[in-house]
């Protein structure tokens, strides 16, 4: 008994699944905020009918700062007259390494379609979730994946015979190293290594304490967060306005008055900045655009010259606190 196998028709597409059938795609995340360094559950269910036993792992392109473990796989398959019918299941483990908000590109998925008799592709919807600061203990500590590595090559023979030919010897002047110059060189030498030496020792004293590091770049941190408010005030984009602000001013506060986010208040911002010698009239202004600020992330209704004096005021305070505290 012999059986005829005819090809595919049709252009097989870049991410074709090997699926012959018909199938659904779904994919969703356990959830939608979590801590530095926990971790985030991407699951990708296949359904559907054919020989969903050879599906391939979906090709996902994900951001670099977010770390990617090995699917963990699971079939749930039933063999009928109709073929095989079922489902099939990665499960993907994310860890954020980074604050911030991340996203999930679409995903495409491509299979025969035998009832059409045609390449179909399935698109996923973006998924999204948030990873915020945790604990003060966790939030300086990054992690990154391991580096990639090549195979050792044989390059050949690198031992040569010695040559039986006579060279040509020569007497030389006077060597290099009994002039003047030769010692004027070892000197500027020896001096431009102690100042490096010097400089590298200061600067692993400096970037040895984290909080004195988070203090010096608090000011370019929330300069950042300005900028991103500002672009979202002109793009008219009002949530992520005030959330950015709110960024800006609680970073800051928290990298300048050294005060972990868990315990970042009110109450511990006003005292640290009276401490600080900040005027009492500062620091109810800017409890005022603090206020403002978290009234409008959930009854926004102010105007776009509201929205205005808000940024205005939150780049002076912290102008002001830079030129006073530095």
């Excluded at 990054?142 to 006579?166: A, H, M, Q």
């Excluded at 984009?237 to 005060?259: H, N, P, R, T, V």
């Amino acid at each position: 008994m012999r059986i005829k196998v005819n090809p595919l028709p049709g252009i097989k597409p870049d991410d074709f699944s090997g699926i012959v059938g018909r199938i659904t795609l779904n994919s969703s995340l356990n959830k939608d905020t979590v801590n530095i360094n926990d971790a985030v559950t991407l699951k990708m269910i296949i359904a559907g009918s054919g020989n969903l036993k050879m599906a391939s792992v979906p090709a996902m392109k994900l951001p670099a700062d977010l770390e990617v473990y090995d699917p963990k796989v699971a079939d749930e398959l039933k063999n009928g007259m109709n073929g095989t019918t079922g489902q099939k299941t990665f499960e993907y483990l994310l860890i954020p390494r980074h604050y911030g908000d991340f996203k999930i590109p679409p995903v495409t998925y491509s299979y025969f379609n035998v009832a059409s008799k045609q390449f179909e592709k399935i698109i996923t919807p973006e998924l999204h979730f948030y990873a915020r600061k945790g604990t003060d203990q966790n939030a300086g500590i990054t992690v990154y994946g391991g580096v990639s590595k090549e195979d050792v090559k044989y390059l050949g023979k690198d031992i040569r015979f010695i040559s039986s030919k006579p060279g040509l010897l020569r007497k030389t002047g006077n060597l290099f190293s009994s002039k003047r110059s030769f010692y004027s060189a070892y000197a500027f030498a020896l001096i431009i290594f102690l100042i490096v030496l010097f400089l590298r020792r200061e600067h692993i004293r400096r970037n040895s304490d984290l909080s004195a590091v988070r203090n010096r770049k608090a000011g370019k941190v929330a300069g950042k967060r300005l900028k991103e408010a500002e672009k979202c005030l002109k793009e008219k984009q009002s949530d992520k306005f005030y959330e950015e602000i709110l960024k800006a001013l609680w970073g800051y506060l928290s990298d300048k008055l050294d005060i972990p986010v868990s315990e970042l208040n009110r109450s511990s911002v006003v005292n640290s900045l009276t401490e600080k010698g900040i005027a009492a009239e500062e620091i109810n202004n800017l409890a005022t655009v603090i206020d403002k600020c978290e009234y409008a992330r959930f009854a926004p209704s102010s105007s776009a010259e509201e929205a205005e004096k808000i940024y205005n005021e939150a780049a002076r305070f912290i102008r002001l606190f830079e030129n006073l505290i530095g």
